[in-house]
């Protein structure tokens, strides 16, 4: 199975990724409860007692705001003693003992006359189908080592920073089964293939994304699994051992500027009957006093991607960080914004 390498990380072998997959908010029968914690809901343990906080469902209608990159080589000549003229270089070349101009070294030495050798910053985007319908997605961008790049995929947005030498890998569940990725570099340059993937129509995904630093994920149960027991995933916690094909995974480092993330929580079709997912998201010095605005999105392999804006109207800040718990139905999305507003009691 694929119990490993989430997020930046690959998997080798036979290895099989699991991915959150696909939930909708239903417009009606949602319910809020916020819950006092002292750390996000990631650790194991006891849930938290409920706080005096609750949800009051509010008017719909609310807007929503890896090819190392080749080392510059530096041609330097070997060093000249002006006092053992004839001195033999370690390659066999033998140098004189006047000092020459550097391009009858260069002549010499058989070597261009540049000291670096040109790098090619041409980016390549590259894609290729994984298990359990994942997209194995590999960027490479020399010349834009350690920028910022947006990935999107259908209704999903998110941010990652190149590494020291302009490479980014992830798998990215396949929302639909005709994929098409585009990437989009700083300098405004665009990346774009499309990739089919026939087993993505056995897997039904829930996408969640948000913009900034928010502690905010979804939470999996199955097989009616309590809290911080065998069958609840989450993002630190990303497969099920007793439910196979079913797993979540968080993309986007949240680094830079105005960084965008997502969670997908992703299981197969046959077993949505065993599922029930819940959001996350805590009441604290991030969120409190402001509207919080969520994207959800449901791949529902081949009825197609619905989509919805959750608004969550946070009350002022507490002397004690709280949580929001918000179920969510495994069912189509409303298109509308569905506005909750979070009010004490």
Not at 19 to 41: D, P, Y
Not at 176 to 191: N, P, S, W
Not at 297 to 311: D, M
Request: hydrophobic share 40%; charged share 20%; proline share 8%.
């Amino acid at each position: 199975m694929l119990r490993s390498c989430l997020g930046v990380s690959k998997v080798t072998g036979m290895e099989r990724k699991t991915i959150i997959r696909g939930v909708a908010l239903a417009a009606a029968g949602i319910s809020a409860s916020v819950l006092a914690t002292g750390e996000f809901s990631s650790a194991p343990g006891t849930p938290p007692e409920p706080a005096q906080i609750a949800a009051t469902p509010g008017t719909p209608g609310a807007a929503s705001p890896k090819a190392d990159a080749t080392a510059l080589a530096d041609a330097r000549l070997p060093l000249v003693d002006p006092e053992r003229p004839g001195t033999e270089s370690a390659d066999g070349v033998t140098l004189p003992g006047d000092r020459l101009d550097l391009s009858a070294q260069m002549a010499q030495l058989d070597m261009p006359e540049t000291a670096r050798q040109p790098q090619d910053c041409a980016p390549g985007l590259q894609l290729d189908a994984f298990v359990d319908g994942l997209i194995d997605i590999s960027l490479r961008a020399p010349c834009h080592a350690r920028q910022q790049i947006t990935i999107k995929h259908a209704t999903l947005s998110f941010t990652a920073t190149l590494s020291d030498q302009g490479h980014y890998t992830t798998y990215l569940p396949a929302l639909a089964q005709d994929a098409h990725i585009r990437v989009h570099l700083e300098d405004g340059t665009e990346l774009q293939h499309t990739l089919f993937l026939p087993e993505a129509a056995q897997h039904h995904r829930i996408a969640l994304q948000w913009a900034g630093d928010l502690g905010v994920g979804l939470h999996g149960y199955h097989h009616d699994a309590g809290y911080g027991e065998s069958g609840h995933i989450h993002a630190s916690k990303p497969f099920d051992p007793d439910l196979d094909g079913a797993f979540l995974i968080r993309l986007g480092d949240g680094l830079g500027d105005a960084p965008r993330s997502a969670e997908i929580y992703s299981i197969p079709a046959a077993h949505l009957a065993q599922a029930r997912l819940e959001l996350e998201l805590r009441h604290d010095a991030r969120s409190c006093g402001r509207d919080i605005v969520l994207d959800v999105t449901q791949s529902t392999g081949h009825a197609g991607i619905t989509a919805t804006t959750l608004v969550l109207d946070m009350p002022g800040c507490a002397e004690d960080d709280t949580l929001v718990v918000v179920p969510i139905s495994l069912e189509p999305a409303p298109q509308a914004p569905l506005h909750m507003s979070m009010t004490t009691q």
